[in-house]
Nanobody
């Protein structure tokens, strides 16, 4: 089984920063990509960022580009999402996800393992 555990969420003021972490089980490293998604109340789950376990490939949603940075630590089996200049519209539950696929990485349906989510709340 691939297990993903997120941490690092919280409540902050607009303009603040947070760093989310996702710890993956060893087997997760056989997957190609890890990603962060988020889901706000009453909205669909949306893509935030993705990173390849090997190489330097990353991708971001336009809404977070230049504010969020995704990275991975192969030794610690972790993926991070550094979130700067947070806005109230970033408020959501953030999920870590894993896939063995290499295309359409912004589609939630491409991911078959998910963490339990961590809440991020940004107040104005």
């Amino acid at each position: 089984q691939v297990q993903l555990v997120e941490s690092g969420g919280g409540s902050v003021q607009a303009g603040a920063s947070l760093r989310l972490s996702c710890t993956a089980s060893v087997r997760a490293f056989s997957r190609f990509f890890m990603a962060w998604f988020r889901q706000a109340p009453g909205k669909e789950r949306e893509f935030v960022a993705a990173v390849a376990w090997t190489g330097s490939g990353t991708d971001y949603a336009d809404s977070v580009k230049d504010r969020f940075t995704i990275s991975r630590d192969i030794i610690r089996n972790r993926v991070y999402l550094q979130m700067n200049s947070l806005k109230p519209e970033d408020t959501a539950v953030y999920y870590c996800a894993s896939t063995a696929k290499t295309v359409e990485l912004k589609a939630p349906g491409q991911y078959d393992y998910w963490g339990q989510g961590t809440q991020v709340t940004v107040s104005s």
